[in-house]
């Protein structure tokens, strides 16, 4: 449940819950004919063997109770853990689009065609404008790659 390498785990738990649930239908029904069949038994000599019997089943619904909740806390840690997964790739996500965001707005300012545009007539305009980008976001990589989104 708690390994490093990802696995269908939560079609297991489903599974294993399917069989409990098997077991469940067929122990359960036996609880009530199993008793009256110990307490209303003729032969004296067999009420202990009922009894014990009883037990026994008694015995086999506790554990099937038991596995079951065990089976709900393993499926419930299973889908926090799918959580904080799908958390962090959300974070690498956003990082990436903030990455992409500097440049897309710079090129749309570029890109509106006004009459006075800064360093429009520069020799190099251009080449600074793509340092800037480049520097933004390296620096931006960088923010994130310390926070440890990256």
Same mark, same amino acid.
């Given at each position: 449940?708690?390994?490093?390498? $990802? %696995? +269908?785990?939560? %079609?297991?738990?489903?599974?294993?819950? $399917?069989?409990? &649930?098997?077991?469940?239908?067929?122990?359960? *029904?036996?609880?009530? *004919?199993? +008793?009256?069949?110990?307490?209303s038994t003729a032969s004296e000599q067999a009420r202990p063997y009922f009894r014990d019997i009883a037990d026994h089943l008694a015995r086999a619904a506790e554990a099937i109770d038991s596995i079951d909740h065990l089976l709900d806390n393993a499926l419930q840690a299973h889908l926090a853990q799918l959580s904080v997964q799908q958390n962090e790739d959300m974070r690498k996500l956003t990082a990436g689009a903030t990455i992409f965001a500097v440049p897309t707005a710079i090129?749309?300012?570029?890109g509106m065609n006004f009459e006075h545009m800064p360093e429009l007539s520069w020799t190099y305009?251009? *080449?600074?404008?793509?340092?800037?980008? =480049?520097? &933004?976001? =390296?620096?931006?990589?960088?923010?994130?790659?310390? %926070? =440890?989104?990256?």
């Open positions: 449940m708690f390994s490093a390498q $990802r %696995s +269908n785990d939560s %079609s297991r738990i489903y599974r294993l819950k $399917r069989e409990t &649930l098997e077991f469940r239908r067929a122990v359960l *029904p036996l609880r009530e *004919p199993l +008793n009256r069949l110990a307490l090129a749309g300012i570029y305009g251009y *080449p600074i404008c793509v340092g800037v980008i =480049g520097a &933004l976001c =390296g620096y931006i990589y960088w923010r994130f790659k310390r %926070s =440890g989104w990256l």
